[in-house]
């Protein structure tokens, strides 16, 4: 009789033991649907009520803003950097996110100022709006609900936009810089706002859209075709040596916006801006050629980052740039499940960026048809010697 109970509880135990690791071969296997669908707000956008909309007269409706934007100094940095951010906010309840989000607030100071901003400080004004962006989850699924959320972002960005030319721009060279979902924003933006504005794109120094898909055959802009030239786009997205799936899901699962302001699947390769050779080419880029990289994540707000150089190389394979690994383990996704799907905590670009924008900058002011901005008459009592941005 007790070996009989015995046999029964070892049996029992056994089948326990089967039914978790049954379990947690599920949960692997479809962890990320799991989480996923744990991101889906569940309700229809159309009957979606999003939070209030940024009035961009306020402080408060700017991520980085110069501490006196008016006053006009002679070592401030001659142009103006518009600053078009990335998915922060993680979704759940929202389709589109509050602007006062503390966790996406952490996130861009920590991560996404030091590491995609910087490149641009010493070029440049920084203007960054906060915006009603699409949830991380619109970035994860083509369902048109998400496409409508984030047609619903770029009305903010497109207000900030024409807010910060009427208030702050005064007719100084502008960067625009826009990452992942920004960037997506950012080339609608080039397409209306800039491309149709002679004025105003004869004052373009460069538009840099990283992590960016648009149409090669068909982009918003002139692209970049030599290093150092002004008034172009710079577009790319990216992929590791071997991650031959990732470099597909690009082609196959990128949006871009038609002439009808809808977004639709690209239907052709991407243009490829090659940022260590400064144009888009398909000719290969050694490491040599690398400028430096950076984890700035965590960085304090205005200290400049260590750069690593030769870290990686780089090359165009239908539209998409193909980087090597790089060589420091500086450089590895870290956090959540959901902070390592957003713009990954370093920069494999920095330096390159950096000294492309300085360079095209430096080419549009030494153009003697170039018109110089007016300077705006501000009564101040101090003048500060160089903007100071600080990020909220």
């Not at 639709?264 to 000719?283: A, I, K």
């Not at 670009?349 to 018109?371: H, M, Q, S």
């Not at 110089?372 to 003048?383: F, H, K, N, Q, Y």
């Amino acid at each position: 009789m007790l070996d009989r109970s015995r046999r029964t509880k070892i049996w029992l135990a056994l089948a326990g033991a089967l039914v978790l690791a049954i379990v947690a071969t599920g949960v692997l296997v479809w962890r990320d649907d799991i989480l996923r669908t744990g991101l889906d707000p569940k309700v229809p956008f159309q009957t979606y009520d999003p939070p209030p909309a940024p009035d961009y007269s306020d402080r408060a409706a700017w991520r980085l803003l110069p501490t006196d934007p008016l006053t006009w100094s002679d070592e401030a940095p001659p142009a103006d950097v518009f600053f078009v951010g990335p998915t922060l906010y993680d979704g759940g309840r929202h389709w589109n996110a509050p602007i006062d989000d503390a966790r996406a607030d952490r996130f861009f100071r920590r991560t996404v100022g030091p590491n995609y901003v910087g490149p641009f400080v010493e070029a440049g004004r920084v203007f960054a709006p906060r915006y009603r962006q699409g949830s991380l989850y619109t970035m994860l699924t083509l369902r048109d609900d998400a496409r409508e959320a984030r047609r619903f972002a770029y009305e903010d960005v497109r207000r900030a936009f024409r807010h910060y030319l009427a208030a702050y721009n005064s007719g100084r060279p502008l960067i625009l810089v826009g990452v992942e979902q920004g960037g997506v924003l950012a080339s609608r933006l080039l397409a209306e706002e800039i491309a149709g504005d002679p004025e105003l794109a004869r004052r373009l120094v460069a538009a840099y859209l990283v992590e960016t898909a648009v149409e090669a055959q068909s982009p918003p802009f002139t692209p970049c075709v030599a290093a150092a030239e002004p008034g172009c786009l710079a577009a790319w997205v990216a992929a590791y040596e071997g991650e031959r799936d990732r470099a597909q899901n690009l082609r196959d699962r990128s949006l871009v916006w038609n002439g009808q302001g809808e977004l639709t699947n690209l239907s052709g390769p991407p243009l490829c801006f090659n940022p260590l050779l400064g144009r888009v080419s398909q000719e290969a880029a050694p490491a040599r050629l690398a400028k430096g990289a950076t984890n700035a994540t965590g960085l304090e707000w205005g200290a400049r980052p260590a750069l690593q150089t030769r870290q990686v190389s780089a090359k165009c394979e239908r539209g998409v740039l193909m980087v090597s690994r790089p060589r420091s383990a500086a450089f590895k996704r870290a956090g959540s499940w959901a902070d390592r799907r957003k713009v990954p905590g370093y920069n494999l670009f920095y330096g390159d960026l950096e000294a492309d924008a300085e360079a095209r900058l430096a080419t549009l002011l030494a153009d003697p048809n170039f018109p110089r901005a007016a300077r705006p008459i501000v009564e101040t009592a101090e003048v500060p010697r160089a903007p100071v941005h600080r990020i909220d």
